[in-house]
């Protein structure tokens, strides 16, 4: 199990060459969709290349509130078996921790005709609704009400009917929640404007696995026929795509050369295009990236969007990294109205950057200067743990905790490439 303390701080020296290898860990979120997929069925879900952070630590809290038996098995391993769910509504101390942990509510509903969640917590990034979520059971024939704090969904007696849902956003965690609710549903569903994200088409293929049948998978229209029952399976996470694009971001920022292994070298276009562009050489093998670079590092301007666009998880890392080349780069996010909490922080280290709303102009390069900042939210956190890097002098990062969210192993990996940290 990962810590789940709050606070925590890295004290990091700048001036580092990033050298070195580095192993990626399986995908949080795809992790943290298939571990709610188990409550589908009440066969055992196994999955391996499970990470060790604290999103699954909470996520796993929370299922076995709801009665699930889960087991941790050393080496990334996980077991759940959801034959004896006898809670339908998810305790709000754990919903509030982990926005991904709404998607119990989708095969809670599903499979048993009731579910309760207060509104999911997770970063402030941002107002994250959950009206497609919602608007999608409500379409299968549901019944959402808002008591109190929580949000109350039933079926009648026969259970969820499919339906044609329009998501009004392509949701990630939306997408995923309809989805697995309308592979029990009665009939046939069709998901217009769905979320194409990679974890969104591993969710379909694992469920397909389980006895789904879904076809359309990785299109913005998924069609999924209704089926009585699910079966357990074994599945591998993917290897995380927005830990791949952090390190291949630091390497290029420090001027290092970083081997990644294990990475999901098929779905990274959109970043390899931009790190590209920036004069960065990436060298792509069989389940593997060569990242190095020298100076300069050159200004590109990107806008962070869903799937197959730059990832939005990659803004704050990518912002980072922008400080050090020539010129002046111009960001916008499309995803969160709220991705600039780096920006103040960034600040403090003498970056050159101004937001306005959803966009911002970063001026580089600049001597960033080690100060004390704060990892705002999990990706936030990346970009200063990046400008720490190429700092002056002792950066002390506060509120680590909130990369444990995402990064496993982070100060081993770290280390391993030449960053000298301390943890207290
Ligand atoms: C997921 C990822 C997160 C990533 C994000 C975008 C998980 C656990 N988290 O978050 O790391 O940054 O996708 O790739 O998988 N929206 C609505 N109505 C809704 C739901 C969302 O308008 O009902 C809007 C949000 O306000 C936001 C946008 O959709 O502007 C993206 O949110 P969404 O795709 O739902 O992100 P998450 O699934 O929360």
């Not at 300069?296 to 806008?303: G, K, N, Y």
């Not at 996010?333 to 780096?342: A, I, K, P, Q, T």
């Amino acid at each position: 199990m990962t810590t789940r303390l709050r606070g925590g701080k890295y004290v990091v020296q700048g001036g580092v060459v990033l050298r070195g290898a580095v192993d990626i860990s399986g995908a949080k979120n795809h992790a943290l969709a298939a571990m709610c997929a188990a409550l589908l069925t009440d066969e055992e879900v196994f999955l391996t290349n499970v990470p060790y952070i604290s999103d699954v630590d909470s996520l796993s809290e929370l299922l076995v509130s709801l009665g699930v038996v889960v087991e941790r098995i050393p080496g990334g391993s996980l077991r759940m078996n959801a034959s004896g769910v006898n809670v339908f509504e998810a305790p709000t101390e754990l919903i509030s921790e982990n926005r991904a942990s709404f998607q119990v509510m989708g095969p809670l509903l599903a499979r048993h005709g009731f579910a309760a969640s207060a509104p999911p917590g997770g970063d402030v990034i941002g107002q994250r609704p959950i009206d497609v979520h919602l608007s999608g059971f409500e379409a299968m024939g549901a019944v959402v009400e808002r008591e109190g704090e929580r949000f109350v969904a039933r079926t009648g007696a026969a259970g969820l009917t499919g339906a044609r849902v329009f998501m009004d956003y392509p949701s990630v965690s939306g997408t995923q929640n309809v989805m697995m609710a309308a592979t029990l549903a009665r009939g046939h569903t069709t998901i217009v404007n769905a979320a194409t994200e990679p974890e969104v088409q591993e969710l379909a293929l694992l469920l397909n696995a389980m006895g789904a049948r879904i076809t359309g998978i990785g299109s913005q229209m998924l069609e999924v026929e209704g089926v009585d029952r699910l079966h357990g399976t074994t599945g591998r996470v993917m290897p995380d795509r927005i830990e791949t694009g952090t390190w291949a971001i630091a390497a290029v920022m420090t001027g290092g050369d970083v081997v990644i292994r294990d990475a999901p070298v098929g779905v990274l276009d959109a970043l390899i295009h931009k790190l590209r562009a920036t004069g960065a050489h990436i060298e792509e093998a069989e389940g593997a990236l060569r990242v190095h670079a020298e100076a300069p590092i050159r200004a590109v301007s990107f806008q962070a969007l869903p799937y197959p666009g730059l990832a939005t998880d990659l803004h704050a890392p990518f912002a980072a990294l922008l400080t050090q080349a020539a010129g002046v780069s111009i960001i916008h996010e499309r995803v969160f109205d709220n991705r600039m909490l780096y920006v103040s922080e960034l600040r403090k280290m003498g970056a050159e950057i101004v937001s306005t709303g959803s966009s911002a102009i970063v001026s580089g390069p600049t001597l960033l200067h080690g100060t004390r900042v704060r990892a705002l939210d999990v990706r936030a956190g990346a970009a200063v743990l990046l400008a720490a890097m190429v700092a002056q002098g002792t950066t002390i990062i506060d509120d680590v905790y909130h990369l444990d969210r995402g990064y496993e192993r982070l100060d081993e990996k770290l280390r391993a490439l030449g960053v000298e940290l301390e943890r207290h």
